[in-house]
């Protein structure tokens, strides 16, 4: 199947990316303020590249959304050929004959990363493909390009938590700084089945900051405060107080109108169902919640986030090689 083409080596390329989940500090960060960030390596998104006759060009097929277009035919603002293209431009080489598929099991526009996951996995199996691992550095620059054509102006987090696959305290147009976990921590995220615009979200934040700038200015800077707090938690294996620095960030999401009644609901549910503290993650206006729980309040707080309308639950241990 995957045999011998020009410029392709002979084995099959398959390389994948982890999802991700924003604990603190989405939209402020934005504004410049600190964001943490944590990988969640169980739900991935993974691409592969199989050669294909001499002459035929690079397709590159989504399968998710049943598409499938040649590199050549491509719009500008096509994701997966922005994604080969700068790949095909930072390795200075030639377009391949060959197809490259992607796949994910992250659910599109939830706020789990799954446009930054996709484009992170395509650029590590093309550019594998063409004999050269690429550092994560590289991948977070391509996935950052990639990801404004789905978001306008993203301030980075996705892409580098997803390339780097390692927690992050994240500050726009500066170094990644990841950080060590001192205690594993056990997450649920709960789909509200609402797909949710990461675009428009930060559109609106934007409108309502320029018509408030005083009072954003305070919820921004809260909420950078509770992400450094929220880091120093995670460092020492303060888990308690992250789930109260977690409860304390939706509460200002929702100051900021970014909530929804149902993610309220989400959140309220897992917090009587015995959660340390659970918030929106994401853009919000739709897309996931996270709960933090132990191996006692998984199950009970499961089963009250399918009772208040959860449509999809996933579990993540972060800091364990399971996460
Ligand atoms: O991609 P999402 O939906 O998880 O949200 C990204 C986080 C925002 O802070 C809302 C936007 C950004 O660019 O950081």
């Known amino acids: 199947m995957y045999s011998g083409g020009q410029g392709i080596n002979t084995r099959p390329f398959e ?19 600190p964001a943490v960030g944590v990988p969640v390596s169980t739900v991935r998104s993974t691409a592969w590249v199989a050669s294909t006759p001499s002459g035929s060009g690079l397709r590159i097929d989504a399968l998710d959304l049943q598409q499938s277009a040649l590199l050549g035919d491509a719009d500008a603002d096509d994701p997966l050929a ?41 650029a590590r199996a093309l550019s594998a493909s063409l004999g050269h691992e690429l550092a994560p550095s590289a991948v977070s620059r391509i996935t950052h390009e990639v990801e404004k054509i789905h978001h306008g102006v993203p301030s980075g987090i996705d892409n580098t938590v997803i390339a780097w696959e390692r927690p992050v305290y ?46 954003y200015s305070v919820l921004f800077d809260c909420i950078g405060a509770i992400s450094t707090a929220a880091r120093d938690a995670v460092e020492q294996g303060a888990i308690q107080t992250l789930g109260t620095l977690l409860n304390e960030n939706h509460e200002l999401l929702t100051k900021m109108g970014v909530s929804l009644a149902q993610l309220d609901e989400l ?50 241990t972060v800091g364990s090689s399971d996460a």
């Open 267 to 316: 959140v309220v549910a897992a917090r009587q169902a015995g959660a340390m503290g659970a918030k929106l993650t994401g853009s919000g206006q739709g897309g996931n919640i996270i709960a933090l729980v132990d191996e006692e309040t998984v199950a009970p707080v499961r089963a009250a986030l399918e009772g208040a309308g959860a449509t999809r639950i996933w579990e993540a």
């Open 170 to 215: 994240f500050v726009k147009d500066s170094a990644p700084q990841t950080f060590a976990i001192h205690t594993p921590f056990k997450l649920i995220v709960a789909y509200s089945g609402i797909a949710s615009s990461t675009k428009a979200a930060v559109t609106a934040v934007r409108r309502r900051f320029e018509a408030a700038e005083g009072y």
């Open 15 to 33: 390389r994948s990316a982890p999802g991700k989940i924003i604990l603190c500090g989405e939209h402020s960060v934005v504004y410049g303020r």
């Open 82 to 122: 922005l994604c080969a293209r700068l790949v095909l431009k930072s390795l200075s080489a030639q377009e391949p004959d060959a197809v490259l598929k992607v796949h994910s099991d992250l659910p599109i526009a939830s706020g789990m990363g799954s446009g930054a996951s996709v484009a992170a996995a395509a």
